[in-house]
């Protein structure tokens, strides 16, 4: 660089710099979105394959509750192409995926526990005859009695878990205490993640027992590890590797595990590549869901419809291993209250276990479960006391500081930064809801056959894993002598944006135009010991550890400067690709070589803890939150009586993510949860029958919400605040809260059908709220109606 480029500002760069100057906080768009709309972005199955590749394909059980009497491989063995045939037995080291309890087979050995579950392996030249070989196996089994429903599991207390029980004062003295009590049953359903990219991995040998798996993951070091134990070596001769996934939601956390390590122990055996891609219908069989909860519920109160007294036993479709569902378990006791202060509660939660998949995490992890059923006992108490339920909600609401007494949650957190009375005062307003409320009352007068529903739900949701220790990250940074920035995180990208967000915050801290820094691949070997990019906690994590990592370099970069150009390091300023010191504005570039030049180190690591998480699972007591993310949306649906065909007309949606990293992506997140959380609720129905298969294993019969299923008017907003605890530049999490704001389409759908009774009777609607069960729901209220008539009521 000459002196010239040393020289001072123009005057508009030193405009940028004094109007202060910043990176995060921007709508940039995603940094693989061209790649995405080019049809570029490389995901496991668009990497090349190397020389000798063979395919891999699971054989899988057709059997709820079995023992495996014999098992026949030759006409397998003898297929097209096929290449070698494995089962338990070749196994080398530990056969087990559970990342929490060790009950989980890679294959089964002997004993099959629901329909799907891998028994063997086939593997061949292409994924065509894999998958072709593996139906020819001949399997004789004795038929075991299997438990399918999470009621069957209750009445036979068949649990992967001993149950959990949360109380807080004396719920039954408050009971006799109230003036009213709503007692009734709920059933929700589960959800297939159905990622757009399957289960997928690809695992090739080293040298000295090394292997690579190239993955579809959010969690590189769990797959790492059970890679290590399937094979019987150290964690340090694997490396697994993730540039990005097609959507996980949370069905990659633990659930990737079974296919990297199948993979991995036949590329082991055979010293080739080995590639192991699901069909769609084979990851639908194998994997787990989100947790179909039923509950049991009772419910104090008082005239104005105060909450007194609550008492819930929910028992979740754990499946036939523990998985996840201790924790997710754990998430929906802490979020049973929402937004709502309970005073003396008594919550039991039951993992039960079933012969069927073993269900794990998805976007909400047990917490959308935990919420639905007080909003459902809320729905309960509003229609029986002739209210509208957005009153009854704002009754309900967490106080707002320590002289009302009523900001402590039933596990012992305090609230310390509720701001939901205001966020759903603005909501309130900007969707003009009073008056649409009397709108949809006219119109349902007037009309038979369609009916108007409008529904209003407010959100409140704890970030951080439940597990204290998971709450860490690490990151490195590289400066190259171009002024370019490289990042490595432990963080995966699964399409929410967390390369985007980390890579802004880095370049945010060094004073860079985005485009200055990139983010590479999720590596074992470069950030060890990562935690799975799950509970919302991506871009806070990895972006803090990262921020970490750039600041100890610009600390660097100042103090070379001063010793440089002089002046004082606390005056250095980096911003808008250029470093000012002692009345000098070096681009960051030269100041880099010279640093370079002088060996200055230009890489760091970083590392972030998340401070004052604590959590005792016995008491089911602590602080097991970093902060609260709140929201609240306004939905009004219409529903055709006759078919239970409905529409979801207009949605509002407001969203509390504090100082947004990137409004844009923020946004995007939040429409994208609203729709996958709506079809959780409404459409996505998994049926399995009488033998335990299950029936709804493809988009033929699963049916996801599609873009006709999209509000025409679809309103969403952030609300503007800033986070009270140290995030990272005061944002919060965007990932898993928003998919409670559907609440309010499931409510207003249950108001459609209450209008057919005149608002007296409250329908009694299951989720996913099908046209089958709307009619239902229907009926059932028409039948009320005309049993009050019968009876001169």
Request: proline share 4%; glycine share 8%; hydrophobic share 40%.
């Amino acid at each position: 660089m000459n002196t010239q480029t040393e020289a001072f500002l123009t005057d508009k760069n030193q405009a940028q710099v004094e109007a202060g100057w910043a990176e995060v906080g921007k709508s940039h768009p995603h940094e693989s979105a061209i790649l995405h709309v080019l049809g570029e972005a490389r995901y496991t199955d668009d990497i090349p394959e190397l020389q000798g590749t063979l395919h891999a394909a699971l054989g899988l059980s057709s059997k709820a509750h079995a023992r495996i009497l014999s098992m026949n491989f030759d006409a397998v063995k003898n297929a097209c192409g096929v290449v070698a045939v494995y089962t338990a037995k070749d196994i080398p080291g530990t056969n087990d995926c559970g990342p929490i309890i060790h009950d989980d087979p890679i294959l089964s050995a002997g004993l099959v526990e629901y329909v799907g579950q891998p028994i063997f392996i086939v593997v061949a030249d292409t994924h065509d005859n894999a998958r072709r070989a593996v139906r020819k196996a001949e399997i004789v089994y004795e038929e075991l009695p299997a438990i399918l429903t999470p009621q069957e599991a209750k009445k036979a207390q068949s649990f992967v878990v001993p149950p959990m029980h949360l109380q807080r004062g004396d719920a039954q003295q408050a009971f006799e205490r109230s003036a009213h009590r709503v007692k009734g049953e709920l059933y929700v359903g589960g959800q297939e993640q159905f990622y757009l990219e399957g289960q997928i991995s690809y695992a090739i040998p080293k040298e000295d027992r090394g292997m690579l798996v190239l993955c579809s993951t959010q969690h590189p070091s769990e797959m790492q590890h059970v890679v290590a134990h399937a094979l019987g070596v150290h964690s340090h001769n694997i490396v697994v590797e993730c540039r990005r996934m097609g959507g996980g939601f949370g069905g990659k956390e633990s659930q990737s595990a079974l296919w990297a390590a199948a993979a991995a122990i036949s590329a082991a055996h055979l010293k080739r590549p080995v590639k192991l891609r699901a069909d769609r219908d084979d990851d639908m069989m194998v994997t787990g869901k989100r947790h179909c909860f039923h509950y049991e519920y009772e419910v104090g109160h008082d005239d104005q419809g105060r909450i007194i007294a609550a008492k819930v036993e929910m028992v979740s479709r754990a499946g036939f291993s523990a998985d996840l569902s201790a924790p997710v378990a754990t998430r929906a006791v802490c979020h049973f209250d929402n937004t709502y202060y309970l005073g003396d509660v008594d919550i039991l939660a039951m993992c039960g276990k079933t012969n069927t998949q073993s269900n794990t995490a998805f976007r909400g992890f047990g917490g959308p479960q935990g919420a639905i059923a007080i909003e459902y006992i809320i729905d309960e108490i509003a229609r029986n006391l002739n209210q509208d339920a957005l009153d009854i909600r704002k009754i309900n609401f967490y106080g707002r500081n320590d002289a009302e007494g009523r900001n402590i949650t039933q596990y012992g957190q305090k609230v310390v930064d509720n701001i939901i009375h205001e966020l759903v005062a603005e909501l309130e307003v900007s969707s003009d809801y009073q008056q649409r409320r009397a709108d949809i009352k006219a119109f349902n007068a007037h009309s038979p056959v369609l009916k108007k529903g409008l529904a209003f739900t407010p959100v409140k949701f704890g970030i951080a894993f439940n597990v204290t220790h998971l709450n860490q990250a690490g990151a490195l940074v590289h400066i190259y002598t171009d002024g370019s920035v490289l990042v490595n995180h432990g963080g995966c990208e699964m399409g929410q944006g967390v390369n985007t967000k980390v890579c802004q915050v880095v370049a945010h801290e060094l004073g860079l135009n985005l485009d200055q820094v990139r983010a590479t691949a999720t590596d074992t070997s470069k950030v060890a010991n990562t935690s799975a990019t799950a509970a919302s906690t991506g871009a806070d994590l990895n972006g803090k550890a990262a921020q970490n990592a750039a600041h100890t370099l610009r600390q660097r970069l100042a103090e070379f400067a001063v010793k440089t150009y002089g002046g004082e390091q606390e005056a250095v300023r980096f911003a808008a690709d250029l470093v000012s010191v002692n009345g000098l504005d070096i681009p960051f570039e030269a100041l880099v070589q010279k640093a370079y030049l002088a060996r200055v180190q230009l890489w760091s690591d970083g590392f972030y803890a998340t401070p004052g998480l604590h959590w005792d699972p016995k008491t089911m007591s602590g602080n097991p939150f970093s902060y609260f993310a709140y929201g609240a949306s306004v939905s009004e649906v219409i529903v055709d009586t006759l078919t239970g065909e409905w529409k979801l007309l207009r949605a509002d949606a407001l969203y509390d993510a504090g100082n947004s990293l990137n409004p844009a992506i923020d946004i995007g997140q939040v429409e994208g949860a609203f729709i996958q959380g709506m079809g959780w609720l409404t459409t996505e129905e998994l049926w399995w029958n009488k033998g335990g298969k299950l029936m709804t294993h493809a988009p033929s019969t699963y049916k996801i919400p599609a873009i006709s299923d999209c509000p025409e008017d679809f309103r969403v907003s952030l609300y503007q605040n800033s986070n009270v605890q140290d995030s990272i530049h005061r944002s919060k999490a965007v990932g898993e809260p928003p998919l409670l704001l559907p609440f309010s389409v499931f409510f207003a759908i249950r108001d459609a059908i209450a209008s057919v009774g005149d608002y007296r009777y409250n329908p009694p609607l299951n989720a996913p709220a099908t046209s089958e069960a709307i009619l239902l729901a229907i009926n059932a209220v028409e039948d009320l109606a005309a049993a009050d008539i019968a009876s001169g009521l």
